[in-house]
C-alpha cells in the first residue's frame, strides 16, 4: 500500500546524500517533494500542512546545521514526525479488572468487521485469553452464519441466538452475551454490530443502543484503509455520533495509498490499534507506529519479523538443528531441508517476509514477481523421494532424477536444480553452525578472513612515506634525510644520528620479556 509514498520519499533523500551542510533551498525543495509525495498518498491536507510545518522547523534547526551527516539527520526527523501522525506509542487494549472484557467493533458496511471480529479472537486467544464473538449483525444476509464460520475456523466460541437476515433485536443479543460469558467462562466478549452503505442516523442509533446496553472497555472503528479521505471523515462522523476508543485498518495489504493510515490518528485523535494485511486469519497484528514508519522509509521492520519467527520457530528445535549441523554437514537432509522451509512458510508470504528486511525496497519489483509455488513444488519434488534419497542425496542418479520429476510433475532439470541447491544451502548452514558466513572477514572459521589480513597489513605499508616519482624531486628528498641525519636530527629510527637500532638500549623490564638469545 505505501510503495508509491516510500519510492518517492526514498528518490527525495537520495538527493540530500552527498551534502555536507544543507541550506535554506536544499530544505524547501526537499520539503516541497514530501508535501507532493503525501498528497499523491491522498493524506488529508491538514495532515500534510502539520507535518510539513514540523519537519521544516526542525530541519532549519540546530540539529541539522550541526549535524555531522544532515542528510541521515533530516530522514531521523521525518522518521519521527511519521511516527507522530501515525500515532506515536503502540496503544494495547484496556482489560477490565472484573471479566469479562467487552470489545465492540463499529464501521461501514464492506469494512470487513465480521472477518476481523474472528482475528482479533484468533490474536486474543493466542494471547492466552477465551475469547466470545457474538453476532449482532442481524440485518444483513447470512451474516450470522459467516460469523459462526469464522468463530469455528479461528477456534473460539460464537453467541448467535437468533438467525439473523432481518429477524432479531441486535441490542437484546448484545445484553444477553455479557452474561452467558460469565456462565461460560470467557474472559473477552467481541460484538460485530451491523453495518450500513453509507453514514445514516439509524445506523448511528442502533450501534448507541448497543453501546450503552454493554458498556464496552473498548469500542473499536474498523476502517477500510483503501477507501483513502472518505475514511477520514467516516471516522469523524462515527466520533462525534457513537464515539470509539481505537481505529483497526482492514485490507491493508490492498493496492490503494494508504491516506487513510496516515491521516485518520491524527485528525480524529484515536490511534490506530490494530491492521489487517491479507485475507488469512493469521494476517493480523498489533499496530506499531514506529515499525510503520520505518517500512514507509525502507528501513524495514526486522522487530516484527523477528516476532513472527519467534512465534512459528521452537526454540528446542533450533537447538536441536544447531548441534545436528555442529556434528558436521553430511547430518543435514532434505527432510531436514523440507522441515526448514515449511517452518519460513508458516510466517507467512515469501514476498512479505522479505518485504519485511531492510533495503529491499529497492529490489520491490523482484520480490513481488516471487512465485509462492515454488515452496510447493520444491516440497513435491522432496517427498517424491525415498526415504534413502532424502537422507543421501549424492545417490540420485539420471534414472533416480527421472523417476522423482515424474512422481513431482517437474521436468529433471529441475530435481537437478534442487539438489545442488541443497548441497550450497548444507554447506552454507554448516559454516554459520561453525561460528560464521562464508566470504565474511574477520569472522572465526571463515574463509577470506586471512586475505582480509593481508589486505590490512597492504593498506597500513601503502600509508607509509612514499618515495616521489620525479626523480629530480626523490634525489633532493634522500639529500634532505642525509643532511639531517649528519646533523643529528634523527635518524630512520627515529634515534640520534648515526644510530641504528642496536645502539639503542632497552629498559631491563622490556628485556625481561625478550626471548633468550
Known amino acids: 500500500m505505501f510503495d508509491t509514498l516510500s519510492d518517492r520519499l526514498t528518490a527525495t533523500f537520495k538527493n540530500l546524500r552527498g551534502k555536507g551542510r544543507l541550506s535554506e533551498a536544499d530544505i524547501d525543495a526537499t520539503a516541497r517533494e514530501i508535501r507532493i509525495a503525501l498528497l499523491e498518498a491522498d493524506v488529508a491536507l491538514p495532515v500534510v500542512r502539520a507535518f510539513i510545518k514540523q519537519v521544516k522547523e526542525r530541519a532549519q534547526g540546530a540539529e541539522v546545521s550541526r549535524a555531522l551527516n544532515p542528510a541521515q539527520q533530516v530522514i531521523k526527523i521525518v522518521n519521527e514526525e511519521l511516527i507522530g501522525i501515525l500515532g ?62 469464522v468463530a469455528e475456523r479461528a477456534g473460539v466460541g460464537i453467541y448467535a441466538p437468533e438467525p439473523g437476515n432481518g429477524v432479531g433485536d441486535p441490542v437484546k443479543v448484545a445484553e ?109 497484528d498489533a499496530f506499531h507506529p514506529d515499525r510503520m ?103 540420485i542418479n539420471g534414472s533416480r532424477r527421472a523417476r522423482i520429476a515424474r512422481g513431482s510433475g517437474v521436468d529433471v532439470s529441475a530435481v537437478k536444480n534442487l539438489v545442488e541447491r541443497f548441497f550450497e544451502a548444507r554447506k552454507m548452514m554448516s559454516r554459520m553452525a561453525q561460528g560464521g558466513m562464508p566470504g565474511m572477514p574477520g569472522m572465526p572459521g571463515m574463509p577470506g578472513a586471512g586475505g582480509a589480513r593481508k589486505k590490512g597489513k597492504q593498506q597500513k605499508k601503502a600509508k607509509g612515506k612514499q618515495r616521489s616519482g620525479n626523480p629530480m624531486k626523490r634525489k633532493a628528498e634522500e639529500q634532505a634525510v642525509a643532511e639531517r641525519r649528519a646533523a643529528g636530527q634523527g635518524g630512520a629510527f627515529g634515534l640520534p644520528g648515526g644510530q641504528g637500532p642496536e645502539d639503542f638500549e632497552l629498559p631491563q623490564e622490556f628485556k625481561d620479556m625478550l626471548p633468550p638469545k
Open 88 to 149: 506515536g506509542e503502540t496503544r494495547r487494549l484496556r482489560l477490565a479488572k472484573n471479566p469479562p472484557t467487552v470489545i465492540m467493533l463499529a464501521g461501514l458496511q464492506g469494512a470487513g468487521k465480521t472477518t476481523l471480529a474472528g482475528k482479533l479472537g484468533r490474536w486474543l486467544k493466542a494471547q492466552g485469553h477465551a475469547p466470545l464473538l457474538v453476532a449482532c449483525d442481524l440485518q444483513r444476509p447470512n451474516a450470522v452464519n459467516q460469523l459462526t464460520v
Open 176 to 284: 444477553d452475551s455479557i452474561e452467558y460469558a460469565r456462565g461460560k467462562q470467557y474472559d473477552v466478549v467481541i460484538v460485530d454490530t451491523a453495518g450500513r452503505l453509507g453514514i445514516d442516523a439509524e445506523m448511528m442509533r442502533q450501534a448507541a443502543d448497543i453501546r450503552d446496553a454493554v458498556r464496552p472497555d473498548e469500542t473499536l472503528f474498523v476502517v477500510d484503509a483503501m477507501i483513502g479521505q472518505d475514511a477520514v471523515n467516516t471516522a469523524e462522523a462515527f466520533r462525534d455520533g457513537v464515539g470509539f476508543d481505537g481505529v483497526v485498518l482492514s485490507k491493508l495489504d490492498g493496492d490503494a495509498r494508504g491516506g487513510a493510515a496516515l491521516s485518520i490518528a491524527h485528525v480524529t485523535g484515536r490511534q490506530i490499534m490494530f491492521a489487517s494485511n491479507g485475507e488469512k486469519l493469521d494476517d493480523f
Open 293 to 395: 514508519a520505518s517500512r514507509i522509509l525502507g528501513m524495514g521492520d526486522v522487530l516484527s519479523l523477528i516476532e513472527k519467527a519467534e512465534q512459528t520457530f521452537s526454540r528446542q528445535e533450533a537447538e536441536q538443528m544447531a548441534a545436528k549441523l555442529a556434528k558436521g554437514p553430511k547430518e543435514f537432509t532434505l527432510d531436514d531441508f523440507l522441515a526448514q522451509m515449511e517452518q519460513v512458510r508458516k510466517m507467512g508470504s515469501i514476498s512479505k517476509l522479505l518485504g519485511m528486511m531492510p533495503g529491499m525496497g529497492q529490489i520491490r519489483e523482484q520480490i513481488n514477481d516471487i512465485d509462492e509455488r515454488d515452496v510447493d513444488r520444491t516440497a513435491a519434488i522432496i517427498k517424491s523421494m525415498t526415504p534413502a534419497e532424502r537422507t543421501d542425496p549424492t545417490i
